[in-house]
């Protein structure tokens, strides 16, 4: 096939260290672009963990901070007309340990939301 004028001027002029140079930078653009493709994929990837992660902590506090302490007040009150003291103090330490639970992994729900 012909080389058309444009080209054999373009090459005429280009000394053979200058392609290379040309075609080592044009490799580098391409290195940085996949370079950059994997940074976006793996962005993406861990946006997806993240929504999942902060879905169950979501689910988990509703439990600890909101379905524990209403059951286990509703208990006490019952153990409570009962005269059933040490099922109180079983309940007060499950609430307590809701309670610690909820402000243990609160911060961290917030801040992955």
Not at 28 to 32: A, G, H, Q
Not at 59 to 64: A, E, S
Not at 84 to 87: E, F, I, N, Y
Not at 98 to 107: G, Q, W
């Given at each position: 096939m012909k080389q058309g004028k444009t080209e054999k001027a373009v090459f005429t002029k280009?000394?053979?260290?200058?392609?290379e140079q040309h075609k080592v930078a044009l490799n580098?653009?391409?290195?940085?672009s996949k370079l950059l493709?994997?940074?976006e994929d793996m962005l993406k990837n861990a946006d997806s963990e993240l929504s999942g992660i902060?879905?169950?902590m979501s689910?988990?506090?509703?439990?600890?901070a909101a379905n524990v302490p209403?059951?286990?007040?509703n208990a006490m009150k019952l153990a409570e007309e009962l005269g059933?003291?040490?099922?109180i103090q079983d309940l007060k330490q499950i609430l307590d340990k809701?309670?610690?639970?909820?402000?243990?992994?609160?911060?961290t729900y917030n801040n992955i939301k």
């Open positions: 280009l000394s053979k260290v200058e392609l580098k653009i391409s290195d940085i493709q994997d940074g902060a879905k169950r689910n988990g506090l509703i439990v600890v209403a059951q286990a007040k059933a003291d040490s099922v809701a309670d610690a639970l909820r402000k243990r992994y609160e911060p």
